[in-house]
């Protein structure tokens, strides 16, 4: 009998672009010493000030002798002597000639003396924060100029800026002028994206798979010794790849003005992703189709289509009811229809209403998106090149596809290197330290659908026309990275994720101590959620759900029911896993309420754990009935150790936060285990209940979010977009699709269920982005009839919503294994400065917040739990721009200060790229590790019987899709063989 598949058989690592100290290099720790120093010594004075007015008033003003002139300066010096000033020259003058202040006048003078030293200090601290500012504006563009990640990701998020920066040094101007001083804010902020954030984004964010160990040698299995850290401190990062990928959003666009008539018979077509049946106004009058469709003319945004039905239209929905056709068979069966014979068009009239329905959006062309890599470049080979490996296309064939072909693209350097691959076939390993899985080069283009047009070639720019504006600093020279000159014509029109290898393994020991704490921490989310709501174990019913009830009703008829007829604009979109966060109790003396108050009794603290036998007290159920039956994806921040072994972020259902890297990583690294265990648990869990798995895909309605949704292929089937090659790649072949209209949803009491043809319908959705009105409202409705435990997900920070009056919040941790709350402070906004202060004012008043309410140098900061965290440096001038941001565009009284866990002295992977400096990463871990995809099925199953099921009968009849074969040549250099997931 074959082992079944491990379900986490590997890890991810999702490492950043730029080293943390190279963004910490802004600050300047003596200069905010000094400002704290002289904020310190100014509040003494005014206290002092303060004190010397109270005896004015008790032994000055009251005395007899004083004239009514001299009482009335004196009250006046009085007055501003409570409001912190100091006394001047006049004041000084005016006391020593009054017998009666002769006692204070000692006191004023030298408060006088101690003012003006202060104010010559503040003029020289002036002058210090003026040369700070010119500092670390040259810091920032050498920096950028002098790395090629930066380079790259400058040119893909903002290209104009390094050419307006380069113009500016040109003419002479200064890094305090309010140009340079708005750009130099930008770099500093892409510095901190590329270093403190490791998301990945082209080269800012970097992904490298790393294998668990098994535990098999006794240095394994002993407890006795201390525990490993998830990453060795010290841990070297490889080599280098990239993969280029299409965009699909604008493929299609480009895609939407190609004219049909002229198209080869193999085009595929198939209709708009989201459309159905409007009941007619009236009772006996015509119905109508209505879409939803992207407005050519700002594709940004939704539109609708409404269309009357004709017996010609249905004619056409009813061919590609199944999904895509290629050109020629829908026509020849169109024109062997009825309706079609008796409207007599001949082929011409066919394709000519067939072009009019793609022009309108009621039909799509489908196809591939194309795909380029490189070779593994070794990151010695970058350096000594300063380039980046850049995938790119090779010259083009006939047919107007494209070989595979791989490039190294320079920036500074008179022309770029490039070079090319006969054909696809196993490429050198790097140096043996760091050698990876043989690798292969994954660009041959899918065929089977039209070609898409490129944008025009355009020359590079000439070497004289930028030339270099700072030390050190070479002139861009064509593209920073991409697939090439001819592709980067439009900015996006591509996009690109870097690869990285690495020697090392993820310690057993380690992944069962991430597991002991993430049980621990499920049973606190489950204290916190049963407070919330009665059945903490199942998930919130959409309130689109209202409309539903005990008798099966078509999608189409709902939807109809809960879009906007077009009058009035769209809902405004929700999230689908919005994290409710922490919050104060509801329940007094529930479990979570006893909870709170254990938190708030060492809220002084440095740290506080939370025990199994704190949670048995509270009443918590164990860690097997708090954690959801269903494979999860734990995100991590590891730490140097030995306690604890990481900061989680994330426990969300798994296959989502890797899955547009999946195929990659299969061609790259020669396979990639998580995808087939994850398959195997699902299909495991099929065959126990008879219901049926549904990936559901929704098209990305906007240029930027058209990376996340590619995928692997896990479910046998599909519904929603009836085009799977953008999520699917080539491997969506394999997969049926299941149309909308075919899905009936009701509500067995709180459970919605979702069935096709009398068999249950499991919907699933893995993609990071949350879809735009309208499909937020079918994806919302279509996910609460899924499994309950695939929309649970674990995440205990934001403690602070908990104790919206508390300034200071400890770090929590569980069971000593996990950090899942770091410390938190709350600054309140009328702490900060005015909006007119001087930047030297600003300085000065955060560097003495930072001192009062003991903030750490580094750390995340939001206006609320919900917001995107930006990182801080307080020690740096960056700060004061970053702040007035967050200010401005998130909404919150008050500033939510997260110390930044690990900080630069705690990472552990070091980066050839940049010398062997320290760079942060995150790690993608999939858990149970002590359970097999059937043993974790067997759970689900169980999880799933006794809900409202219906006879296990025969799924719809769907069929494979037709479109192109995609293959990729084997590590061995032999046969071709199929994609991943096949």
């Not at 943390?20 to 904020?39: C, K, R, S, T, V």
Request: glycine share 8%.
């Amino acid at each position: 009998m074959a082992e079944e598949p491990a379900l986490g058989a590997a890890a991810l690592l999702r490492v950043a672009g730029m080293p943390l100290d190279a963004w910490a290099a802004a600050g300047n720790p003596e200069l905010f010493a000094h400002l704290a120093d002289h904020a310190r010594d100014s509040e003494h004075r005014a206290e002092r000030a303060r004190s010397l007015a109270e005896r004015l008033g008790a032994t000055v003003v009251p005395h007899p002798e004083l004239t009514a002139t001299d009482r009335r300066a004196v009250l006046d010096l009085r007055r501003r002597l409570h409001s912190g000033a100091a006394p001047g020259p006049a004041d000084c003058r005016l006391l020593a000639g009054l017998a009666a202040a002769r006692e204070v006048s000692g006191q004023a003078a030298q408060l006088r003396r101690d003012a003006e030293s202060a104010d010559r200090t503040l003029r020289t601290l002036e002058h210090a924060v003026a040369a700070e500012r010119e500092r670390i504006g040259a810091l920032a563009w050498s920096l950028v100029c002098a790395d090629p990640i930066m380079r790259a990701f400058l040119h893909e998020s903002a290209p104009a800026v390094m050419a307006d920066v380069r113009r500016r040094l040109a003419k002479g101007e200064s890094w305090s002028g309010q140009r340079l001083r708005k750009s130099g804010a930008y770099l500093w902020r892409a510095l901190g994206r590329a270093a403190a954030k490791t998301t990945p984004r082209g080269w800012a964010g970097q992904v490298a798979p790393v294998p668990l160990t098994r535990a098999t040698t006794d240095a394994d299995t002993r407890h006795d010794t201390e525990p490993p850290p998830l990453v060795p401190p010290g841990t070297v990062l490889g080599a280098v790849a990239a993969e280029a990928v299409e965009n699909v959003h604008l493929m299609r666009g480009r895609l939407r003005t190609l004219d049909l008539r002229a198209a080869g018979p193999t085009t595929l077509l198939a209709p708009a992703p989201l459309h159905f049946l409007h009941p007619a106004g009236t009772g006996t009058g015509p119905g109508v189709l209505r879409c939803w469709v992207i407005d050519p003319r700002e594709r940004g945004r939704m539109r609708q289509v409404v269309l009357r039905r004709t017996r010609p239209l249905e004619s056409v929905l009813a061919q590609l009811s199944d999904g895509p056709r290629t050109l020629e068979v829908c026509e020849a069966a169109l024109l062997g229809t009825a309706a079609i014979r008796a409207a007599d068009p001949g082929p011409g009239v066919l394709r000519g209403f067939l072009a009019h329905l793609l022009e309108l959006g009621v039909l799509q062309i489908c196809t591939v998106p194309r795909r380029h890599g490189t070779e593994w470049v070794a990151a010695e080979k970058i350096c000594e090149a300063d380039a980046l490996p850049c995938p790119a296309p090779p010259p083009e064939t006939p047919n107007g596809g494209y070989g595979s072909g791989t490039c190294l693209c320079t920036v500074g350097h008179e022309a770029p290197l490039v070079t090319y691959s006969g054909s696809a076939r196993a490429l050198p390993a790097p140096e043996a330290d760091c050698a990876p899985p043989p690798a292969v080069s994954c660009s041959v283009p899918a065929t089977g659908g039209p070609a898409v047009p490129e944008p025009p070639r355009s020359a590079p720019p000439s070497r004289a026309a930028n030339p270099p504006s700072a030390p050190g600093c070479s002139p861009l020279h064509g593209p920073a990275c991409g697939p090439a000159p001819a592709q980067a014509a439009h900015r996006g029109a591509w996009f690109l994720d870097s690869y990285r290898t690495v020697s090392t393994a993820v310690p057993r020991r380690a992944v069962e101590r991430v597991q002991r704490g993430l049980g621990i921490a499920a049973r606190v989310a489950w204290l916190r959620e049963a407070d919330r709501q009665q059945a903490p174990d199942t998930g919130a019913v959409p309130p689109e759900a209202a409309v539903l009830d005990e008798r099966p009703r078509p999608l189409g008829e709902i939807l109809a029911r809960l879009l906007p007829d077009g009058t009035c604009p769209p809902p405004a979109p929700q999230s689908l896993r919005r994290y409710a966060g922490w919050h104060p109790a509801v329940t007094c003396g529930s479990g979570y309420a006893r909870l709170l108050a254990h938190l708030a009794a060492r809220a002084g603290e440095e740290q506080v754990d939370l025990d199994e036998g704190l949670l048995d007290a509270l009443g918590a159920p164990p860690a097997r009935t708090a954690l959801p039956p269903w494979p999860l994806d734990c995100l991590m921040r590891p730490l140097p150790g030995p306690e604890p072994v990481a900061v989680l972020e994330t426990a969300s259902p798994a296959g989502v936060l890797d899955a547009r890297f999946a195929d990659a990583l299969h061609s790259l690294y020669g396979s990639y285990a998580n995808p087939p265990g994850y398959r195997a648990f699902l299909s495991r869990v099929e065959r126990l209940t008879g219901a049926r798995f549904v990936e559901l895909l929704v098209p990305p309605l906007a240029e930027r979010a058209a990376n996340a949704v590619r995928r692997p292929v896990v479910t046998d089937w599909w519904t929603g977009d009836p085009d799977p090659g953008p999520y699917l790649g080539p491997a969506g072949s394999a997969a049926r699709y299941l149309p909308l209209d075919r899905i009936t949803l009701r509500r067995v009491g709180p459970q919605v269920v979702a069935e096709a043809d009398g068999r249950r319908l499991l919907p699933v959705h893995h993609a990071t982005r949350t879809p735009l009105p309208p499909y937020d409202v079918l994806v919302r409705l279509l996910l609460a009839a899924g499994h309950p435990a695939a929309s649970r997900v674990i995440r205990l920070d934001g403690l602070a919503e908990a104790f919206p009056r508390t300034e200071r919040l400890p770090r929590v941790t569980v069971g000593g294994e996990l950090v899942v709350s770091p410390a938190v402070w709350r600054v309140p906004r009328e702490r900060l400065w005015r909006p007119g202060d001087s930047e030297t004012a600003k300085a000065r008043t955060l560097a003495a917040q930072r001192v009062l309410a003991g903030l750490p140098r580094f750390a995340f900061v939001r206006a609320a739990a919900g917001a995107k965290p930006v990182p801080v440096d307080f020690d740096a001038l960056t700060s004061l721009h970053l702040l007035d941001r967050i200010t401005a565009r998130q909404s919150g009284a008050d500033l939510l200060v997260e110390e930044m866990l690990p900080g630069p002295g705690g990472l552990l992977l070091r980066d050839p790229l940049h010398e062997g400096a320290a760079v942060a990463a995150q790690l993608l871990l999939r858990l149970p590790c002590d359970q097999s995809a059937g043993e974790l099925a067997t759970l689900a199953a169980a999880a799933l019987s006794g809900g409202p099921d219906v006879p296990g009968t025969h799924a719809p009849k769907g069929r494979a899709v037709t479109g192109a074969a995609h293959t990729i040549r084997s590590p061995e250099g032999g046969q071709q063989c199929p994609t991943p997931w096949h």
